[in-house]
């Protein structure tokens, strides 16, 4: 089938900024050649500077309803473990119909804030009352139709949720609907990987949610679950968001949750530790060299009081990372590179902290790592404009007064220190046009669902 592409004054390459570039692509979306400009072309022409898409390595869609219905403080004060009671409270009124309505607006929502791919790390799976739907992988096909509505590039990755904490402790009433015994989970993974190899466009890993809702004996079990499906298939997990965690993970085993990880569950390439917040230097240096992916969500961990990576020390160690928006109170590509960086600006007190030796521009550097670091945890061919790599492309709006007179790296620089989605004109994923001129192409209708489920959710909470 004959290529397709578009012609770009500026483009972001691998080797850095090139200009009047063709990028072709074929049909299924692969980029085939990236060529200097010739008179004879007929293609579209990119309104703006040319990014690779940045991927989004942790979501957890159904939670993008609750932004904004929970910064009330009760009589006690709050924090993330009183956060997650308010979670709990709030997920037995979500349908499947909720839930893929919810997922759609967040996708449409997270392409035009510059995302061209989510990890949807999943575990709303059962009916209110915690008893499995009779196909167990229901939910996860609703986050299946979501990413197929919105045309975001999908990774799904369903939670495995065993246990209620440290050594086996019952689940709560909360927890219900994500609790799973190891025969139900075993199903929904086998038939979540049965529609992603018919044809459906999503790829899919697995996520044991954490070592306190994870024991041993299961962990071992869903890897080798997930193994004998794909080997290459991603893996993530939470780990050490909280010091309570922390302290109850040492009480159970004697370690720390990432020194206990590192040490007993064969870690590599594959697997991404999500938040991976509080760490000694020595699991920040072992995380580093492990080839593992740390998953940071800023916003999210800003919100939830969680603490700050020590992203500087990791970094020098030659640790990888990337970038995701969890709970989704932000959902902007440039707001959680931002808020990296200036947390360690004031846990350090100093400025452009994280920027590798021989690197010049902060914001090129951190998209830099976040687009190879995100793909990585994803396992898919994205973040990099070149060949063989999917066609995710971002455009920035070439007329926009921020970006006036800015050349090179300072593009860069001034969309992930001073922009945001206003910036974002045009988006490609897999070599299509989702989001034109700032709009989706079936955004009216899926503005119109989401509109719809949350004045119903509202109501019921009044």
């Known amino acids: 089938m004959e290529n397709r592409g578009l012609y770009c004054e500026k483009v972001y390459l691998p080797s850095g900024w090139a200009a009047n570039v063709v990028i072709e692509f074929a049909s299924g979306g692969e980029i085939t050649a990236i060529r200097p400009a010739s008179l004879g072309d007929d293609l579209p022409t990119a309104s703006g500077p040319v990014l690779p898409g940045l991927p989004n390595l942790h ?15 009760g009589p006690d ?20 119909d909720d839930v893929e309505a919810i997922a759609a607006q967040l996708y449409v929502d997270l392409l035009k804030g510059g995302y061209t791919a989510v990890g949807e790390f999943h575990y709303l799976h059962h009916a209110s009352n ?42 709560e009433a909360g927890q219900r609907r994500y609790v799973c015994d190891p025969e139900t989970y075993r199903r929904i993974v086998e038939n979540i990987a049965e529609v992603s190899r018919a044809g459906r466009r999503f790829n899919f890993g697995i996520a044991p949610h954490s070592l306190r809702a994870v024991g041993p004996e299961a962990l071992a079990e869903a890897v080798s679950l997930v193994d004998g499906l794909d080997a290459h298939s991603p893996i993530h997990i939470h780990i050490a968001e909280q010091m309570r965690e922390v302290e109850e993970c040492v009480a159970w085993s004697g370690a720390r949750p990432v020194e206990w990880l ?10 991404c530790f999500v938040h991976a917040t509080h760490m000694t230097a020595k699991e920040t240096s072992a995380l580093a060299t492990s080839g593992a992916v740390a998953g940071l969500c800023p916003t999210t961990e800003a919100d939830l009081g969680d603490g700050i990576f020590p992203a500087v020390e990791y970094l020098a160690a030659g640790g990888r990372f990337g970038v ?75 007329v926009a007064p921020l970006l006036a007179g800015k050349t090179g790296d300072a593009i860069l620089d001034s969309y992930v220190f001073s922009g945001g989605s206003e910036l974002v004109k045009d988006v490609y994923v897999r070599g299509k046009q989702l989001i034109a001129d700032g709009h989706h192409r079936d955004e009216k209708d899926i503005t119109s669902d989401f509109a719809v489920v949350m004045e119903r959710l509202l109501a019921d909470e009044s």
């Open 59 to 73: 979501s957890h869609a159904f939670q993008r309803a609750m932004a904004g219905l929970t910064e009330r403080a």
């Open 77 to 96: 004060g709050d924090d993330f473990w009183s956060w997650r009671q308010a979670v709990y409270r709030f997920v037995p009124r979500l349908t499947p």
């Open 130 to 171: 915690g008893a499995p739907y009779d196909d167990p992988a229901e939910m996860a096909y609703r986050i299946a139709a979501a990413g197929e509505r919105s045309g975001i590039g999908l990774t799904l990755l369903p939670v495995l949720y065993a246990q209620g904490g440290f050594g086996g402790a019952a689940s």
């Open 262 to 271: 590192l040490e007993n569950a064969g870690v590599g390439g594959r697997w």
């Open 324 to 398: 995701g928006t969890d709970s989704h109170v932000a959902v902007e590509a440039a707001e959680e590179l931002r808020l990296l960086e200036y947390g360690q600006r004031l846990l350090h007190r100093q400025r452009n902290l994280l920027l590798p030796a021989g690197s010049q521009s902060t914001g090129a550097a951190l998209y830099d790592l976040a687009s190879v670091g995100g793909a990585q945890a994803l396992c898919r061919s994205i973040g990099r404009i070149e060949l063989g790599a999917q066609a995710d492309l971002v455009v920035l709006d070439g």
